[in-house]
């Protein structure tokens, strides 16, 4: 995935009511730009860091900018565009980088299913073989060196992605739950118990009832994002 035009960079002052941040530009001015991200952002949104922004020629938009990528002081590259996630996997799907989801002829999105009134990322279906729903989660939570947890706050939605995922599973579909790793310094995912026991225990049981688990990490820079390679995953 390409940024065209391409992003620009300024420095965080504050993100605030959820969907919305100030940026100092090089030449100092103020703008105020979309955060497309709910999240706590934790350790993704600390004012001095870089922010990396994209332009919509959209005249409809309130703020014509979005915020895409985190540049830590540290040196981390992060997307904290939620929206990308899915982007990133489904091209990663149809580039034959997941060799576990190759081999089906149509992909779809958000695809209404489940008892719960939920709409899944991505089904895949094939002609002679189970159909194949993914549900996608963005990993930007680093905690103790490169370890990286999903969620980074109570989710109770996630919690319901997980229970119609399991419903799926049991009924002899193929149900995947897609962790996109979004930060270079994660090199490893786990269920964030500390933040959300409900979720963890919920994986525990959805696994359990045969959901798979794919963990992928993407390469990151104001120019590209890609995802590129697969990483463990593990209960701790």
């Known amino acids: 995935m390409n940024f065209d035009p391409p992003l620009e960079s300024a420095t965080l002052l504050r993100r605030y009511k959820r969907f919305l941040a100030d940026i100092q530009l090089p030449d100092n001015s103020i703008r ?8 706590a952002m ?12 994209s332009t ?3 005249k409809k938009r309130k703020y ?15 997307c904290v565009n ?13 580039m034959g980088r997941v060799p576990s989801l190759d081999g ?3 992909l779809r999105t958000e695809v209404s299913y489940g008892l719960e009134n939920s709409r899944i990322d991505i089904l895949l279906q094939s002609e002679g ?29 996630g919690q319901k992605h997980l229970r119609e995922l399991a419903a799926i599973a049991a009924d002899g579909q193929r149900a995947v739950l897609f962790f996109a790793v979004l930060h270079s310094g994660i090199n490893r995912v786990s269920a964030a118990k500390h933040i959300d026991a409900v979720y963890n225990q919920l994986l525990i049981e959805a696994e359990q009832m045969g959901i798979e688990i794919i963990c992928c990490k993407a390469t990151l820079s104001p120019s590209e994002l890609s995802i590129k390679f697969e990483l463990p995953f593990s209960h701790i």
């Open 104 to 106: 089906y002829t149509e």
């Open 129 to 157: 073989r189970k159909d194949c729903y993914i549900e996608v989660k963005s990993v930007t939570l680093l905690e103790h060196e490169d370890q990286g947890y999903f969620p980074d706050s109570v989710t109770t939605r």
């Open 56 to 58: 919509s020629d959209n």
């Open 32 to 39: 105020t730009i979309h955060c497309a991200n709910t999240g």
């Open 82 to 94: 939620t929206a990308r996630a899915n982007q990133l996997v489904i091209e990663a799907i149809k």
């Open 64 to 78: 014509a900018n979005s915020w895409e990528l985190t540049e830590t002081r540290t040196g981390h590259m992060i």
């Open 42 to 53: 934790t350790g993704c949104a600390e004012p001095g860091d870089t922010v990396w922004f």
